[in-house]
């Protein structure tokens, strides 16, 4: 049964038949991620798993390191899920859009008169959500502004004064940045930080209660830390540190658990509302997962065929075996998340491993799906 806007309005626990999996092709899923462990692949991770409003229970595989301790992974750890966060602060931007605070077609310089320059003026709000800005992925002075351990205001005063690398709307390339500036749009018009913005308008109407933009101190003992190379451990600035931890950076700074993200994908299948707390309405949240760059007369025919975004999320390219309408998104650290409307699927699969092969897993699961 493909998930509609109708679908159920909260999530039950059940067991793979009740949730219209093959129990079989299920358990090839479970092999290939403990396999992962015991090769050295993958230290640790959690999986969470739903259809149709079905969940099945979360598994946990390998270990996970905080403050220098190893203990074995628990279902509920707590990770750092990188640019899994960009979704969610292209949410917090449409609350806005939906409230008649601001539109899609406004000029970002309209909310942040400083961002000025060349060919700026030409970036609307939708060209930072669809990661066809021409804003650079990371900052030139990047790792300047880590090593110093900078905080947010001044990565956005480097924004406002970098080049672009192509004209807006001619090109999709995926731009950190232009999260950024989503989110500062979001402090400027509420009023409120985005870390606030979205405890209260996210997080608490869906229940993740495991989750926060930036590490919240009720979480610290459940989280665990991105397995880095000893080079990596050795700068000021890398995941691990209070610093990162801290930032709660737009693009990448929120910490959850799998079962906290099956309930974000849980709302957005369902139209937007998950046992009865709404984050966005059904016509916001339709065009939140609706390609928005197909309709963009400056892109190329392969970026609109080959590079679809909606509103935050990835469109079509989620697994070997998900339709079109497919919608997700990856963190560097070793995390990928998504949904598919046509089959109902939902599902979160974290590691501790940057790199880690997770459309192999995803693409396990998607097998396990009985039509």
Known sequence: ???????PSGLRH????????????????WDLLDTWQRDGLVPGATIAIARNGVQLESRAFGSGLNSGNRSPMVPDQVFLVA????????IAVMQLVERG??????????HVPEFVGPGKERIRIEHLLTHTSGLPDMLPANEALRSRQAQLPEFVREVCSCDLLFPAGTRVSYQSMGTLLAGEVVE????RPLRQVMEEEIFLPLQMGS?????????????????LPDEQMASRYHWNTEYWQGLG????????TVDDIVRLLAATLSGGALAGGRILGAATNRASISDRTEGMPGLSEQDRRKRR???????????????????SHGGATGTLVGADPHTGLMCAVFTTQPGAPLQKAVTAVQAAVLE
Do not use: H, Y
């Not at 049964?1 to 679908?7: G, K, N, R, V, W």
């Not at 605070?101 to 309209?110: E, F, K, N, R, T």
């Not at 400027?188 to 009023?191: A, L, Y």
């Not at 950076?249 to 959850?256: E, K, L």
């Open 1 to 7: 049964m493909a998930a509609t806007e109708d679908a």
């Open 14 to 29: 059940g067991t793979p038949t009740d949730a219209g999996f093959d129990s079989r092709r299920l358990a090839n899923v």
């Open 83 to 90: 640019s899994v966060t960009k979704p969610v602060t292209a």
């Open 101 to 110: 605070l601001i539109c899609l077609s406004d000029p970002v310089a309209q």
């Open 188 to 191: 400027r018009i509420t009023g």
């Open 211 to 227: 989750t926060a933009l930036g590490m919240r101190q009720d979480l610290a003992s459940r989280a665990t830390d991105v397995n």
């Open 249 to 256: 950076a737009p693009w990448g700074g929120m910490f959850s």
């Open 309 to 327: 975004w909606g509103l935050g999320w990835r469109l079509g390219a989620w697994g070997e075996l998900d339709s079109p309408r497919s919608f």
